[in-house]
């Protein structure tokens, strides 16, 4: 990780990184594309708040007037929500762009996990993932989230993969680009708002210490790329 001239780190969010202390990142798309205002920002600060609670330190990622940014004050999470679908929903092509032309942008899985990674946050906690949609094999549509986690090394915890896409070819993808998928407490992927989805994951891990040694000894042997923790 190296400071990034387009980066702005939060100084509570700094001061833990200084500190060794855990810090969890947050996406900003559910803010601003997610739901209505203002249960948005409730949502938002709410599960802020349920990460300090445990200990931890939230970072919700977005891009605001061209600036990258790591941990977001209550008004920057407000503005989000006032604002809502006006704001671009960014993925990693739209980055430069935004930046360049000094735009807001809500943060995505993909961008989430860029920017995390630029600020030296490792974990990042989110809803459903995207993936490979159903009719690939023609349309080519495949989330941007599957490419990401097969190159940027963060652990994405998760409720799984959208349960309208095609979860068998999201499972293939992900193993061909070296993905672990692991089901934290459960054998089987969850599909976003549902337990259930009739597919197993590749290892079940009960316990944070051994997400933690898992994800450390997979940057440790330098394999890069993330892990996908569903939950």
Do not use: W
């Not at 977005?62 to 989000?80: C, F, M, N, P, T």
């Not at 995505?108 to 906690?125: C, K, L, R, S, Y």
């Not at 934290?184 to 040694?213: C, H, M, Q, W």
Request: aromatic share 6%; net charge negative.
């Amino acid at each position: 990780m190296t400071l990034n001239k387009y980066l702005d780190i939060a100084p509570e969010v700094q001061k833990a990184l200084d500190e060794g202390r855990p810090v969890v990142a947050l996406e900003s798309t559910i803010i601003s594309h997610g739901m209505p205002y203002p249960q948005n920002v409730e949502t938002a600060l709410n599960v802020e708040k349920i990460i300090r609670e445990n200990g931890a330190v939230p970072a919700t990622i977005a891009v605001i007037g061209g600036r990258l940014k790591a941990g977001l004050s209550e008004s920057e999470i407000d503005y989000l929500g006032k604002t809502g679908a006006a704001v671009t929903k960014a993925s990693r092509r739209d980055l430069p762009i935004l930046v360049a032309e000094g735009r807001d942008g809500a943060t995505t899985v993909t961008t989430t996990m860029i920017i995390a990674h630029m600020a030296g946050i490792q974990v990042f906690a989110t809803g459903g993932i995207g993936g490979v949609h159903r009719g690939a094999q023609q349309t080519f549509d495949i989330s941007a989230d599957l490419e990401e986690l097969a190159h940027t090394p963060v652990m994405v915890v998760c409720a799984g993969a959208k349960s309208i896409l095609d979860l068998g070819l999201t499972l293939e993808y992900l193993e061909t680009h070296g993905v672990p998928v692991i089901g934290y407490g459960t054998e089987e992927l969850p599909a976003f708002y549902t337990r259930k989805s009739g597919f197993k994951v590749d290892y079940r891990i009960d316990t944070p210490a051994e997400l933690a040694k898992a994800f450390y000894v997979k940057q440790d042997m330098g394999l890069g790329g993330g892990m996908l923790v569903t939950n």
